[in-house]
């Protein structure tokens, strides 16, 4: 298993990823995934912003994958789930404009925004499932319900 720490230097060692600092941490930005070091205590946490525009802590599934398997993969499976997350969102707004007023313009735009996400989602999940290791976990411990 891998420290907090490590998964630290990984995500600054990632040249995809932004490197910032503030008063008194260090923080590294990637794809809606940002990771925190405190200069005094050293303590490093990592956040979700999930779609708004704050950032919440992980759930201890989600933080588990950080550190079975590093920075990239955890970034991966992090944006799998809020990419869950967004298309439950908008099957519900489908459903909704289907029983209201039925706009057609909104539908054709819901349909466009679902098949986007579902491209990025797809993408993501091909390149995980080719990493062994990480195939392997999901097969043993994957829910359909979307738990990471």
């Known amino acids: 298993m891998i420290n ?9 060692n990632d ?4 490197f910032m600092t503030g008063m008194g941490y260090e ?8 990771i925190v070091r405190d200069n005094k205590s050293g303590e490093v946490q990592i956040l979700n912003i999930m779609g708004g525009t704050y950032y ?5 599934e989600q933080l588990e994958v950080f550190k079975l398997f ?15 997350l ?3 969102i908008i099957e519900q707004k489908i459903k909704d404009e ?17 098949e986007e996400i579902l ?18 976990y999901k097969n043993n411990n994957y829910s359909e319900e979307g738990d990471y």
């Open 4 to 12: 907090m720490q490590q998964i630290y230097q990984q995500a600054k």
């Open 15 to 18: 040249v995809t990823c932004t």
């Open 27 to 34: 923080c590294v930005i990637t794809k809606g995934c940002k």
């Open 56 to 60: 919440a802590k992980l759930t201890s």
């Open 70 to 84: 590093g920075w990239k993969i955890g970034v991966n499976v992090l944006n799998l789930y809020n990419f869950r």
């Open 86 to 88: 967004k298309l439950d």
């Open 98 to 114: 289907m029983t209201g007023r039925g706009s057609q313009k909104q539908l054709s735009l819901l349909k466009a925004k679902r």
């Open 119 to 136: 491209k990025k989602y797809s993408q993501i999940n091909y390149k995980l499932n080719n990493i062994k290791a990480y195939g392997n």
